[in-house]
Nanobody, 129 residues
Framework: QVQLIESGGGLVQAGGSLRLSCAAS????????LGWFRQAPGKEREFVAG????????NYGDSVKARFTISRDSAKNTVYLQMNSLKPEDTAVYYC??????????????????????WGQGTQVTVSS
């Protein structure tokens, strides 16, 4: 079973940048996709970005397009989320998740938390105004 461990969160000023990392342990990831979600207090879990493990297909939530970039390093079994031009509304706990097989629904599967098999414990991102 793959275990996902997030890191890289913290406190930044609006307009700043952070890079989150999600390291997979237990075995080398050979599944279908990895994704990032976030959840702010009182809000639903929101899709941020996703990447296919093969082929580098990417998908982004509307609220982060042109500001965030998802990438992966297969040799390190790690996925990254580069976050630029951060806004206070980006403040949330960010979670890494994996999907072992192709999504059962398409294309909405990317943004549906129920489509993912494994989850990390999250890392806090706080953006001050």
């Amino acid at each position: 079973q793959v275990q996902l461990i997030e890191s890289g969160g913290g406190l930044v000023q609006a307009g700043g940048s952070l890079r989150l990392s999600c390291a997979a342990s237990g075995r080398t990831f050979r599944g279908y996709a990895l994704g990032w979600f976030r959840q702010a207090p009182g809000k639903e879990r929101e899709f941020v970005a996703g990447i296919a493990w093969s082929g580098n297909s990417r998908n982004y939530g509307d609220s982060v397009k042109a500001r965030f970039t998802i990438s992966r390093d297969s040799a390190k079994n790690t996925v990254y989320l580069q976050m630029n031009s951060l806004k206070p509304e980006d403040t949330a706990v960010y979670y890494c998740a994996s999907r072992e097989t192709p999504f059962s629904v398409w294309p909405t599967g990317w943004a549906n938390p129920d489509q993912y098999d494994n989850w990390g414990q999250g890392t806090q991102v706080t953006v001050s105004s």
